[in-house]
């Protein structure tokens, strides 16, 4: 009896697990009534659709609840959707020719020499209270984010306009500061010539807010529904922290006759079952699709969006002997195959990134910088490369008196959680081409940003840099203003670049990534993509490749 | 009794402040920081920014600003988000929290006896073979297989309840299901154990034999005396409910407490961690302070001893 009892048990565990395994995987497969799977970079941007539906409501979805929406202290693209939902930019992202449509500005000039640039705010612009959006507003807005008081982390990305450093530091007064209002008129210098400033105004981090609003609430402006006054096409009516957020249609903006959709509802969480099954209950319009699940959501709308990204491998040569070693990186690099790994790990072999500066930046007389600028880097074509790499590890290794064992004990790869994937295939690649086996530690984001930013890491798989604007400078700057990699040729091109313009400045950006390559330090491994399933019923929904995700305001639901 | 209160509270004060303590250097041991700022960040905005929220002092001034503060009961505000101060974060969330934790234990340990009992009474057959069978799931699935488990059958198929969310009635019902489970497992198990070693005494043969009907027995002699176990193990019970669902306020959305301490930890949010460690500290030590006076009154050796 009791055996009985006993097998007839571990079958119902076995049951029991069974049903736990196919219910967590969260399938939607049984939809088959697909739609058509469509590439590019903005989705359902037709206005062809059928009848309105009687309720304009958007469901979407955000993973971590935002610090803020203040435009001035926000550091994250995420919550950056919402910052340019409430509050106006100068320019609009669009995927037209120009890559903008109008918004907060109506016009802009610029003087010969690229450093005077001259915005004309919109007339009769209000805020959703319904006052003036002021010239003031916006030099307030400027001169808030460069005291220090505001703890803005993002305070050194107006360092472009002359003086912002020293204003920030207390060096200089507000009438040294370059930005200056006359009627309706901004008037902003930049201290070096910058041909990119209109890209740069298409950002969120340029929205003004409310001199009234941000002088009564300080640095809690944005942080709360009551704290906020929105300029942009919605306005933020409910915020329950790490809960959800609630936006609804400012009646106040100055294009709200073009804004259809009522609401929004945001959902803040991070449990991936969840939102998968709120997406297939139609309570989400968007759902991001992990890779390992395309298969899955293959029946779905899914829209591919390239991100303005690349992934390198980073290695540190100024914190460890093994790495300080050119050869040896070069022997690390030449082991490692962008193509296997993008096919393998991504899913999609054209991600691979033989550049430091993706698809999409801005090249020479209106072209791609990609295209223009070729692969810089290549893969191991056949085994002679892959013997060239092991006698380079050998030179390297001869040269600071170390064999494999000890490389194997000196350092590790870093990566995040979400990088472990790809640390262990490219631990595999060097390990079966190089025979050396690097043992990879998965670190916490706040854990391994002051490693990076304090130089004490090895090498870190998985980082990478993005960009707030389609500029190769925003692919490289980073490593100058670092100042860790300590080369007076790199810093001459880079200064050089800086005072240059147009197509010349452009043809100095490609030398300076040509440079860096060819030292080993960063190892491109892909350019990044993210895809959307999005509900058929969504229309006008612009998804973007850099900065803020998306844009609702022309957002409609169709029946 | 007076001197015994007395020593009692002494001692709990000493835990708080070595709670505290060890917590504000532990958690600046941990490394991270509460911005996350980017690689390029320059020195200047990243001095300001330490120089803001008084992190560039040595730790042990840190440690007595601290201290000075939280003697006026002042828990600070978050260092990432803010406008939510901790002591607002603790009364939001604390409440919710205790919906789903009690709730949890509460409808754990009432359908938990229910089947405890059946299958005490039906020792040996299919129900209590069945209730065995429960039991072992209930400890053996984590609450978040069956917390997703629940919300893809639950809401999601079959539209019975909201996905997620904390809105009303209709919500608080699928995360109580999730939190209950592993209570209902637990105290099954144990009242079926307990009613059985009762079962086995003499007094009850004594009722029996004093010609008593079986539904005499059961009522008064049997579930009195097997319940004695089941409400001593309430107090820890209750005491992890606040926290201890930290998952299935994530799976159902529901801005619980619980939640809020997994971020502060990961943010490092400084202000944050202290503020929660030290309230749940206080809470935990005021229950025991609590039922070592109850002890005490109970059993007057202790009261001596002590």
Redesign the interface.
């Known amino acids: 009896m009791k055996k009985q009892v006993k097998k007839g048990m571990s079958l119902f565990l076995m049951l029991a697990m069974v049903i736990c395994l196919t219910a967590c995987g969260g399938g939607s497969n049984k939809e088959t009534d697909g739609n058509t799977k469509t590439d590019g970079s903005t989705a359902a941007d037709s206005t062809s659709g059928g009848e309105l539906a009687d309720e304009q409501v958007l469901g979407i979805y955000r993973k971590t609840e935002p610090a803020t929406l203040d435009p001035w202290v926000n550091n994250s693209g995420e919550a950056g959707t919402m910052v340019a939902a409430v509050h106006e930019p100068m320019l609009r992202k669009a995927d037209n020719d120009k890559g903008y449509e109008p918004a907060l500005m109506t016009d802009y000039t610029v003087s010969d020499d690229h450093t005077v640039h001259t915005l004309t705010l919109r007339e009769g612009a209000k805020w959703s209270d319904g006052t003036d959006i002021t010239a003031d507003d916006i030099v307030y807005s400027i001169q808030r984010v460069l005291d220090q008081n505001l703890g803005s982390e993002i305070a050194y990305k107006y360092y472009v306009i002359k003086n912002a450093e020293a204003f920030y530091k207390g060096e200089a007064g507000a009438e040294e500061l370059g930005v200056k209002a006359s009627g309706n008129q901004i008037e902003i210098t930049t201290s070096e010539p910058c041909d990119y400033f209109q890209d740069i105004l298409t950002g969120s981090q340029f929205c003004p807010v409310q001199k009234k609003a941000a002088e009564e609430f300080g640095d809690a402006y944005g942080t709360d529904a009551d704290k906020t006054v929105a300029s942009g096409p919605f306005k933020l009516t409910e915020w329950v922290h790490e809960n959800s957020m609630v936006l609804e249609k400012n009646e106040n903006y100055w294009d709200a006759e073009n804004v259809t959709l009522e609401r929004i509802n945001i959902t803040i969480t991070s449990d991936d079952n969840t939102v998968q099954g709120m997406y297939q209950n139609d309570e989400l319009g968007i759902l991001q699709v992990k890779e390992e699940l395309l298969e899955q959501y293959s029946s779905e709308n899914i829209t591919d969006v390239s991100s303005l990204r690349v992934t390198f491998i980073e290695f540190n040569p100024n914190n460890n002997e093994f790495m300080a070693n050119k050869n040896i990186r070069e022997a690390l690099s030449i082991a490692f195959n962008r193509k296997l790994f993008a096919e393998q790990v991504m899913h999609n072999g054209e991600l691979a990134a033989y550049g430091l500066v993706p698809r999409g930046v801005k090249g020479m007389d209106g072209g791609d910088f990609r295209e223009q600028a070729g692969d810089i880097v290549t893969d191991a074509s056949d085994q002679s490369e892959i013997d060239r790499a092991n006698e380079l590890l050998d030179t390297g290794l001869k040269e600071i008196g170390k064999t494999k064992e000890e490389m194997e004990k000196g350092f590790s790869i870093q990566c995040l959680e979400s990088g472990k994937n790809q640390a262990q295939a490219i631990q595999n690649m060097w390990k079966t081409n190089l025979g050396i086996e690097m043992p990879v530690s998965v670190l916490e984001i706040n854990v391994l940003l002051p490693m990076l930013t304090g130089g004490t890491f090895d090498c870190v798989i998985g980082g990478g840099q993005d960009s707030e604007y389609r500029d190769p400078q925003g692919f490289m700057q980073f490593i100058y203003d670092e100042g860790k990699w300590d080369n007076d040729e790199f810093r001459a091109l880079v200064e050089k670049a800086h005072s240059q313009t147009g197509d010349e400045r452009i043809q100095t950006w490609m030398d300076i990534e040509k440079m860096v390559l060819d030292n080993f330090i960063y190892i491109p491994q892909i350019y990044a993509e993210n895809h959307w399933a999005v509900k058929p019923y969504i229309q006008g929904l612009k998804i973007f490749d850099y900065g803020y995700e998306f844009d609702f305001k022309h957002v409609s639901v169709t029946k | 009794m007076g001197k015994y209160v007395a020593k009692r509270f002494v001692s709990m004060v000493i835990t708080l402040f070595l709670v505290a303590t060890v917590t504000f250097f532990l958690m600046h041991a941990v490394?991270?920081?509460?911005?996350?700022?980017?690689?390029?960040?320059?020195e200047?905005?990243?001095e300001?920014?330490y120089?803001?929220?008084g992190l560039d002092r040595p730790l042990s001034e840190q440690y007595v600003i601290y201290m000075k503060n939280l003697l006026h009961g002042d828990f600070g505000v978050s260092m990432?988000?803010?406008?939510?101060t901790v002591l607002g974060?603790v009364t939001?969330g604390m409440p919710v929290s205790a919906v789903i934790g009690f709730g949890g234990v509460l409808a754990g340990c009432l359908i938990g006896a229910c089947f405890g009992i059946l299958a005490a009474l039906k020792n040996k057959g299919i129900t209590d073979?069945l209730v065995?069978?429960l039991a072992?799931?209930g400890v053996?699935?984590p609450n978040f297989?069956f917390g997703?488990?629940i919300?893809?059958?639950f809401?999601?198929e079959w539209?019975l309840f909201p996905?997620?969310?904390?809105k009303g009635a209709e919500y608080v019902i699928l995360p109580v299901m999730a939190a209950a489970f592993t209570n209902v497992a637990y105290y099954a198990r144990m009242l079926r154990t307990s009613m059985l070693d009762v079962m086995g005494q003499d007094y009850i043969y004594t009722a029996k034999s004093k010609g008593l009907n079986q539904d005499e027995i059961v009522g008064k002699h049997i579930l009195r005396n097997s319940f004695l176990p089941l409400v001593t193990s309430l107090g820890p019970m209750c005491a992890g409910a606040l926290t201890g669902n930290f998952v299935i306020e994530?799976?159902?959305?529901?801005?619980g407490i619980g939640?809020?301490m997994i971020?502060s930890i990961?943010?490092?949010d400084y202000t944050m961690i202290m503020g929660l460690t030290i309230i749940f500290a206080f809470i935990s030590v005021i229950c025991y302070f609590l039922v070592d006076i109850i002890y005490g009154i109970v059993d007057p050796r202790i009261r001596i001893a002590g």
């Open positions: 490394p991270g920081q509460p911005f996350e700022i980017s690689r390029e960040t320059p200047s905005v990243k300001a920014l120089a803001k929220y990432k988000y803010k406008s939510q974060k939001s073979y065995i069978i072992i799931l053996s699935i297989v997703s488990l919300q893809r059958y809401a999601v539209k996905i997620q969310g904390w994530k799976i159902f959305n529901v801005p939640q809020s971020s990961q943010n490092s």
